[in-house]
T-cell receptor, first 110, second 114 residues
Framework: GDSVTQMEGPVTLSEEAFLTINCTYT??????LFWYVQYPGEGLQLLLK?????DKGSNKGFEATYRKETTSFHLEKGSVQVSDSAVYFC?????????FGTGTSLTVIP | GAVVSQHPSWVICKSGTSVKIECRSL??????MFWYRQFPKQSLMLMAT?????????EQGVEKDKFLINHASLTLSTLTVTSAHPEDSSFYIC??????????FGPGTRLTVT
């Protein structure tokens, strides 16, 4: 079945460091791919998305490219800030059904 | 646009009582709403899919008699945890969909059963 495999955390980085969170997927069709962010005690917020191969989603300095050949959607940011500390979820959707990764906790220290 | 609210945001109840959680789409009509459960430091687990005017579809392993879902209108779905027990303590998140690939999440409800 469809699924998402996400890099396990926790990840701790210093401010202004480069961030990569790996995400790969398995899907029978042509899913849309998402990254969500969850701040402590809150629900999920859409960070970015890509709906077809080679699309690049970007928002708030974060980027992810839909790579069909490697079935990946890795999240990157060139320079993280303390305010980026949160849990990040990779997800795919097919037929209105969402599949979430296990989440990666990111802590950015000053 | 596309704001989803949940009420309450936090609830404590005694074991054996029932708790109702509301999920509302504030500025759009949601044909489908979803209920998720999240344990500490874990991912979201889909509990059920709720379509307006019809019975909810529950995921395998989710007790439909314990987690009652009602989708009375295009802007409101409710989850009632009946005869709650401490193991039901969790973070419950709803989401609302207004079309393919568009799903908007509520802020979540933290349930603590004592």
């Amino acid at each position: 079945g469809d699924s998402v495999t996400q890099m396990e955390g926790p990840v701790t980085l210093s401010e202004e460091a480069f961030l990569t969170i790996n995400c790969t997927y398995t899907a029978t069709g042509y899913p849309s791919l998402f990254w969500y962010v969850q701040y402590p005690g809150e629900g999920l917020q859409l960070l970015l998305k890509a709906t077809k191969a080679d699309d690049k989603g970007s928002n708030k300095g974060f980027e992810a490219t839909y790579r069909k050949e490697t079935t990946s959607f890795h999240l990157e940011k060139g320079s993280v800030q303390v305010s980026d500390s949160a849990v990040y979820f990779c997800a795919l959707v097919t037929g209105n059904q969402f599949y979430f990764g296990t989440g990666t906790s990111l802590t950015v220290i000053p | 646009g596309a704001v989803v609210s949940q009420h309450p945001s936090w609830v404590i109840c005694k074991s054996g009582t029932s708790v109702k959680i509301e999920c509302r789409s504030l500025d759009f009509q949601a044909t489908t709403m979803f209920w998720y459960r999240q344990f500490p430091k874990q991912s979201l687990m889909l509990m059920a899919t709720s379509n307006e005017g019809s019975k909810a579809t529950y995921e395998q392993g989710v007790e439909k008699d314990k987690f009652l879902i009602n989708h009375a209108s295009l802007t409101l779905s409710t989850l009632t945890v009946t005869s709650a027990h401490p193991e039901d303590s969790s973070f419950y998140i709803c989401s609302a969909s207004r079309g393919r690939d568009e799903q908007y999440f509520g802020p979540g409800t933290r349930l603590t059963v004592t």
